[in-house]
Each structure stands twice: as structure tokens, then as C-alpha cells.
């Protein structure tokens, strides 16, 4: 089994529609990290959290929130869905002073 | 001006060439991560580094602190080798990201 999961995978939504994405990881890791990645713009950090307690801006926070649900949830939602949301959205997870680890990647539409 | 550069953008390589892709930054950072992501879209970290130089494989990463400068080398490549390879500084976890190099080895 994967150590780091995204659910769901794919998924197409509407304009307005509130949206969830989970990560899961069983690597026992603190930290916990939401990326986009949309094409020839690089990753960009949404949101990271160091521990259950824990919850810090990235660069582009506006638009999304984050839940940490327990040490190995991570959760993001898209209160207000808007077409300029569709990326590709990856959860990675790390300790400190360790390299981080990535989820599969969910690839959002929002039409 | 982005704050973690890389170069080239695109390269091609014939199988078994020696391959350098180079990052550069204008942050201060506690670490250099590089990362591939593969044509399907998973990204795995190959190295992280903070001084000196790293080897797995045919893969070598080295930083340059002082000039804020990272190379990522590949010996004899392979096909197996294309995919887009990524580079991202930072501290306390919080990653900036160059736009990545797309590597692409022909047989």
C-alpha cells in the first residue's frame, strides 16, 4: 500500500460547489503539506501544517481551508469552487529535517 | 524574478550522455530539494541537501551555498531518465519551487 494517499483521484465539480480532497499517510510524519500544480507555474504550497495543532498559510491560501483531522489526516476544501481552481492538487508529508513524500496527485476540474 | 530559477526549461538527451540542470535562488533556505515527477504526474524527492554533495545511483547533487547555486547531474542517462525534474528551496518546511526541466533521453 501507498504511504501517502489522495482521495479522490479525479474529479469534475461546478462552479459554486464545495469541495474536499483527503490525504492520508501511515509514514507516522508530523508534517503535513497541500500543493497545486498547474502547467508551466511550478508547485505552489496552499497550506502546511507541523502537528495536529497546527495550521499555516502558503503562498496562495485564499479560496481554500485545511482540516487536521488526526496526525495522518489532512484534509483540503474548496469552500466556493471557481474554474480558475482546476490544477492538479498533491499532499506530501515529511519529518523534520527529512526530504517530504508526495501523494498521487488529484487532478480537479471545475467547469 | 522567480525566486528559485531553473535551466535549461527543455532538454534532450541521447541515451547515455552525462546531463547537468541547474537552480538557482535568491532565498535564504536551511535546505535544496530535488524532485522528479514522472510523465504520469507522480513526484518523487530525490535528494535533499543542504552543503556538499549527494549521490544515488547514476544521480549527483551538489549546492554551492555561497554562489545560491544547486546542480543536479545525471551519468550515462537512459530513457527511463525523461521525465520533468524539479527543484525547490526553503526552510521550516515551507518549499519554493522552480518550474522544472523537462528531460527527455532518446534511445
Known amino acids: 500500500d501507498a504511504d501517502v494517499t489522495q482521495t479522490p483521484r479525479n474529479r469534475i465539480t461546478k462552479t459554486g460547489k464545495r469541495i474536499m480532497l483527503e490525504c492520508s499517510q501511515t509514514?507516522?510524519?508530523?508534517?503535513m503539506y497541500w500543493y497545486r500544480q498547474d502547467p508551466g507555474l511550478g508547485l505552489q504550497l496552499i497550506y502546511y501544517s507541523f502537528d495536529v495543532k497546527d495550521i499555516n498559510k502558503g503562498e496562495i491560501s485564499d479560496g481554500y481551508s485545511v482540516s487536521r483531522q488526526a496526525q495522518a489526516k489532512f484534509s483540503l476544501s474548496l469552500e466556493s469552487a471557481i474554474p480558475n481552481q482546476t490544477a492538479l492538487y498533491f499532499c506530501?508529508?515529511?519529518?523534520?529535517?527529512?526530504?517530504?513524500?508526495f501523494g498521487p496527485g488529484t487532478r480537479l476540474t471545475v467547469l | 524574478k522567480n525566486e528559485v530559477e531553473q535551466s535549461p526549461q527543455n532538454l534532450t538527451a541521447q541515451e547515455g550522455e552525462f546531463i547537468t540542470i541547474n537552480c538557482s535562488y535568491s532565498?535564504?533556505?536551511?535546505?535544496l530539494h530535488w524532485l522528479q515527477q514522472h510523465p504520469g504526474g507522480g513526484i518523487v524527492s530525490l535528494f535533499m541537501l543542504s552543503s556538499g554533495k549527494k549521490k544515488h545511483g547514476r544521480l549527483i547533487a551538489t549546492i554551492n551555498i555561497q554562489e545560491k547555486h544547486s546542480s543536479l547531474h545525471i551519468t550515462a542517462s537512459h530513457p527511463r531518465d525523461s521525465a520533468v525534474y524539479i527543484c525547490a528551496g526553503g526552510s521550516q518546511g515551507n518549499l519554493i519551487f522552480g518550474k522544472g526541466t523537462k528531460l527527455s533521453v532518446k534511445p
Open positions: 506530501a508529508t515529511s519529518q523534520q529535517g527529512v526530504t517530504q513524500y
Open positions: 532565498v535564504g533556505i536551511s535546505a
Open positions: 509514514k507516522g510524519h508530523d508534517r
